[in-house]
């Protein structure tokens, strides 16, 4: 079963809108999950590919980017026994 990021091939998702104003975060607190994330990459607690397969794992539509990357490094530390 393909999972939601593999959309390899797939036409009418219609054009990425660049936004020349945006903001890299738009709270202090997505700033802290990538941070979060960037450290406990560095640790060796999980690595890249383990975080990607999170997310997809557990991403909802309703929620945002970072809650979305939140919601993946919870999944992870429980799975690790970190948590």
Known sequence: MPRINDVGGLDGFGPVL???DE????ADWEAHVMAMNRALIGQGIY???EFRDA????MSH???YYEN???AIQTLLKEKGVV
């Not at 903001?23 to 738009?26: D, E, N, R, T, V």
């Open 18 to 20: 660049e936004e020349l």
């Open 23 to 26: 903001p890299p975060f738009h």
């Open 47 to 49: 690595n890249l590919d």
């Open 55 to 58: 997310v997809e794992r557990t």
């Open 62 to 64: 309703e929620s945002s």
């Open 69 to 71: 990357w939140f919601r």
